[in-house]
């Protein structure tokens, strides 16, 4: 207190100060949390219609990738660089091994899957080391 004192702050003044940066600093949070799903969303909207889509990115140096990319019902292999990009091949649905599926999985449904099997290798380790006593 007596460090608050020495700006000319009581005790409730401070904390009333204090109180409202909590409450500025969630409204940020909030509106940035948002403001990024609103972009997501029409980002999302927008490559929805699209011919193009990125399957796969392999990374070769700094500014130096392989890229599978699908062009309406074709498949290509593509070098990306810095100044530049060039087709190296033209591949066959057959040839991409890994196809991404179409289906969109939740982050609910992945920490469902980590989660049990976290659980049953703790159990796994608490029974061997019951039987090891």
């Known amino acids: 207190m007596l460090f608050l004192g020495?700006?000319?702050l009581s005790g409730v003044e401070s904390a009333l100060k204090l109180v409202g940066l909590i409450i500025l600093c969630a409204i940020i949070i909030a509106a940035s949390y948002f403001?990024?799903?609103f972009?997501?969303?029409?980002?999302?909207?927008m490559s929805g219609g699209s011919n193009f889509r990125s399957i796969?990115?392999?990374?070769?140096?700094?500014?130096k990738y392989l890229q599978i990319i699908q062009a309406g019902k074709r498949y290509f292999l593509i070098a990306v660089s810095k100044d530049s990009v060039e087709t190296i091949a033209e591949l066959s649905e057959d040839d991409?091994?890994?196809f991404p599926s179409d289906k969109k999985v939740s982050f609910k449904e992945i920490?469902?899957?980590?989660v049990p099997e976290k659980k049953k290798s703790e159990e796994e380790t608490?029974?061997?080391?019951?039987n090891s006593e």
């Open 6 to 8: 020495a700006f000319g």
């Open 35 to 37: 403001t990024t799903r």
């Open 39 to 45: 972009v997501g969303k029409k980002q999302q909207n």
């Open 56 to 63: 796969d990115v392999y990374r070769l140096g700094q500014n």
């Open 96 to 98: 991409i091994v890994n």
């Open 111 to 114: 920490m469902a899957k980590v």
């Open 126 to 130: 608490d029974t061997e080391n019951k």
